[in-house]
Structure formats: structure tokens, C-alpha cells
């Protein structure tokens, strides 16, 4: 089964910027859809980001929640078998432990990669 292995976390102060990566083990290319999780402190696990492995006509190929849209942005490279989130502008409340996984997710769960935003 394809193994995800999240990086790229860390301490940032409010407006900062960080990059995640999400490297899997084998091909991620037959998924449709790959995502970007998050789970802040006491709170459930939430998509925040998924992007389609092509370009669709019949929804949109990338998807975002609402509390980050206009600062984050998800990409995918099919032959590197990667997913990345670019997270701009950060918030407080993004803080906590970022995962990715397919959407629905029904690969085994990484690590995660800890963000913490703070002053």
C-alpha cells in the first residue's frame, strides 16, 4: 500500500509562510483526488485542500475551504508522486498537524508535519 510521508512543518509567526510536502511511496497518478488535512488542537480532522489528478470538466479540478482561500495553494506532480501546500498569509487558527491523503481518505495516515503559528 502507497505510504505518505509529510515534511516541511514548522514555527512561523502570524503572515509567514511555509511550504508542505507530501511525498508517497508509489504512484499516486490512479487517485483522483489527492488532499491536504489538518488537525488543530481539540479539534477533528478537516480537508482543507484537494486537488483532482487532471484537469476536470465537470468540477473543479482544485477545491479549498473557506478559512484559506486566497493564501493557500495545493499542487500535485503525478510523476514525483508529490502533493504541496503552499500556505501564505498564515493565521493562528492554522495551526495544528497537517496530513495528506486521498479524498475520501482511505490510505494508511503519515505522520503529519506539525505548523504552529504564533507571536
Known amino acids: 500500500q502507497v505510504q505518505l510521508v509529510e515534511s516541511g512543518g514548522g514555527l512561523v509567526q502570524p503572515g509567514g509562510s511555509l511550504r508542505l510536502s507530501c511525498t508517497a511511496s508509489?504512484?499516486?497518478?490512479?487517485?483522483?483526488?489527492m488532499g491536504w488535512y489538518r488537525q488543530g488542537p481539540g479539534k477533528q480532522r478537516e480537508l482543507v485542500a484537494r486537488?483532482?489528478?487532471?484537469?476536470?470538466?465537470?468540477?473543479?479540478?482544485?477545491y479549498y475551504t473557506d478559512s484559506v482561500k486566497g493564501r493557500f495553494t495545493i499542487s500535485r506532480d503525478n510523476t514525483k508522486n508529490t502533493v504541496n501546500l503552499q500556505m501564505n498569509s498564515l493565521k493562528l487558527e492554522d495551526t495544528g498537524v497537517y496530513y495528506c491523503?486521498?479524498?475520501?481518505?482511505?490510505?494508511?495516515w503519515g505522520q503529519g508535519t506539525q505548523v504552529t503559528v504564533s507571536s
Open positions: 491523503n486521498s479524498d475520501p481518505p482511505y490510505l494508511a
Open positions: 486537488i483532482a489528478s487532471r484537469t476536470m470538466t465537470s468540477r473543479s479540478t482544485m
Open positions: 508509489g504512484s499516486i497518478f490512479s487517485i483522483d483526488d
